[in-house]
C-alpha cells in the first residue's frame, strides 16, 4: 500500500488547515488564547534569567571549561559559532507551531531557489549531513511504500546493495549501513560494471576521498547515468568554495548531503540534502517527524529547519576572500610573538584545491636543542590551561597546528601569550 494513503502531505496540511480556522478563526497564532505573549521584537534580550544560567556563562555553572578552539570545525567541539543573525531568526522560529512536513517543503523551495538548483531539484534540512545520508538512503529503498518504510533495515522485497569504491570506506558508511544495505566494493570501471546487479539500489560517492579512487566525481555520475542507476555524493565538509554547494547537483547528482554546522555555520546540528524532488520527498517519509520510521530519531526541529534556511543565506552572501585575509591575519599575529623565542619557526599552509575543510592553517615548530617538549605536553598544557585552548599537532608529527578557523577576534592573541609561555618554560639550559 502505498504511504500517500494514509501520509499524503496534502490532505494532512488541509485538514490541520481546516480545524484550525474553525476553531481560531483568522487570529495571529501569537493571539491564540493561553499563549505566551510575542515577543519577537526583543528576542536577543528575552527575559531576566534566573537560576542556572543567570551568569552568562552557562558551561562554567555546569562545571565544563569554554575552549578556544584552534582546531577547526570539529564536530567534537560544536562545529562552529552560529552568527547572530541565525540566532535571532531560530528565537523567532521558537515562537510559535507549524506543520514539519510543510516547513521542510517550503525550506527546501527556498534552498533550491537561493542555490538556483535545477528544475525537478530541491533540498531538505536534515540532522546534519549524516542524518541526510540515512534518510536519503532509505528513501531510494522504500520510495513511498509504507510498508517498506516501517520494515527498514529489513530489506525483504527492496533492494540490498550500494556500490562503493574500496578507498571511498570511511567511517560514515555507517549510515549507510544502517538502513540495511550491503556495501559492494569495487576498484576498476570493469568492476563496477560487474558488479551491478537487480539488487543494486544505488552508488555511493565519498567526496573528499575523490583522488583516492581509480574512478572521479565527475566520471561517477556519467556512469550511474549509463547503468541507470541513482547516484548519491557525500560533501559533508566540502564547503568553501560555495560553488560546491550546486556543482554536484550540476553534475547529475541525484543525492548530495552536506553538513550545516561547519562552513556555513548553521546549527550544528542541521546538514542539507540536496537532490530530485522525488527522492527527496521519500527521505522525508523515512524522517522525523513521522513515526515508525529509521530516520524518527534524527529529529530536526523548527527552529533547526529555519535557522539552516538563514544561514544559507548569510553564507551565500559571505565575502570569502575577506574571512581568508582575516584567518592569514590572525595565524600572522601568532607567528610573529612565537618567532620571538629563539629555536622557534612557523610555516604556512592552504591548498585553495582541497576538497575537505578548505582553510588555511599553520604550523609552529622548535628545536628540540633548544625547547625540550613534545607535541603531545605541549597541546596537553595548552587544554588543560585557563582559558582552555585546543589545537592539534604539526603535520609533519612535530610540533603544534592551527587552524583560525573558528577562532573569536582576540583570540589569537591568546594562544600567541599562552603559546609563547609554554615554550619559554620549557626553554633547555644553556
Known amino acids: ?58 558551561y562554567e555553572e555546569l ?9 577547526g570545525t570539529m564536530t567534537m567541539l560544536g562545529g562552529s559559532l552560529i552568527p547572530a543573525e541565525v540566532e535571532t531568526v531560530m528565537g523567532y522560529a521558537a515562537q510559535h507551531f507549524v506543520s514539519i512536513p510543510e516547513l521542510e517543503v517550503a525550506a527546501g523551495k527556498k534552498i533550491a531557489e537561493m542555490l538556483k538548483l535545477p528544475a525537478g531539484y530541491t533540498g531538505l534540512v536534515t540532522s546534519g549531513a549524516a542524518g541526510a545520508m540515512t534518510c536519503g ?18 530489506l525483504t522485497g527492496m533492494k540490498s546493495e ?45 567526496n573528499y576521498l575523490n583522488d583516492e579512487g581509480q574512478i ?25 568554495p560555495i560553488s560546491r554547494l550546486w556543482d554536484y547537483v550540476n553534475m547529475g547528482y541525484d543525492l548530495v ?25 521519500y527521505a522525508l517519509l523515512n524522517n522525523s517527524p513521522y513515526e515508525d520510521t529509521i530516520g524518527r530519531g534524527q529529529k530536526i526541529g523548527k527552529e533547526e529547519i529555519v ?24 595565524l600572522d599575529t601568532v607567528s610573529h610573538e612565537v618567532t620571538k623565542i629563539p629555536g622557534v619557526s612557523t610555516a604556512y599552509h592552504y591548498d585553495p584545491n582541497q576538497i575537505a575543510n578548505n582553510t588555511v592553517g599553520m604550523d609552529i615548530y622548535w628545536d628540540p636543542r633548544r625547547i625540550s617538549l613534545s607535541s603531545e605536553d605541549a597541546l596537553e598544557e595548552l587544554r588543560k590551561g585557563k582559558p582552555s585552548i585546543v589545537m592539534v599537532g604539526g603535520r609533519h608529527g612535530d610540533g603544534l597546528g592551527l587552524t583560525p578557523w573558528q577562532l573569536k577576534p582576540g583570540e589569537e592573541k591568546i594562544i600567541a601569550r599562552r603559546v609563547s609561555e609554554i615554550l619559554r618554560a620549557h626553554r633547555a639550559s644553556s
Open 1 to 58: 500500500m502505498s504511504i500517500s494513503s494514509k501520509w499524503n502531505r496534502r490532505s494532512f496540511l488541509g485538514g490541520l488547515g481546516v480545524a484550525a480556522s474553525s476553531l481560531f478563526g483568522a487570529r495571529k497564532l501569537s493571539a491564540w488564547p493561553g499563549a505566551p505573549p510575542a515577543r519577537e521584537e526583543k528576542w536577543p534580550d528575552l527575559v531576566k534569567v534566573t537560576g542556572f544560567g543567570s551568569t552568562g556563562n552557562v
Open 63 to 71: 562545571g565544563v571549561a569554554p575552549l578556544i578552539n584552534g582546531q
Open 257 to 281: 548531503a552536506f553538513s550545516g554546522g561547519k562552513d556555513i555555520r548553521g546549527p550544528q546540528c542541521a546538514g542539507l540534502l540536496l537532490g530530485r524532488e522525488d527522492l527527496i520527498h
Open 162 to 206: 550500494v556500490i562503493i569504491q574500496k578507498s571511498h570506506r570511511y567511517p560514515f558508511d555507517h549510515q549507510i549501513r544502517a538502513t540495511g544495505v550491503k556495501l559492494v566494493e569495487i576498484e576498476t570501471r570493469e568492476d563496477l560494471r560487474n558488479a551491478i546487479s537487480p539488487r543494486t539500489a544505488m552508488l555511493h560517492f565519498t
Open 307 to 330: 535557522g539552516m534556511v538563514k544561514a544559507l543565506e548569510l553564507f551565500l552572501a559571505s565575502d570569502q576572500k575577506a574571512m581568508l585575509e582575516l584567518y592569514w591575519s590572525q
Open 137 to 154: 538512503y532509505a528513501g531510494v529503498l522504500t520510495g513511498d511504500n509504507e510498508e517498506f518504510i516501517k520494515r527498514l533495515p529489513d
Open 216 to 240: 572521479k566525481v565527475d566520471e561517477w555520475v556519467k556512469l550511474s547515468r549509463q547503468y541507470k542507476l541513482p547516484c548519491f555524493n557525500d560533501a559533508a565538509a566540502d564547503t568553501p
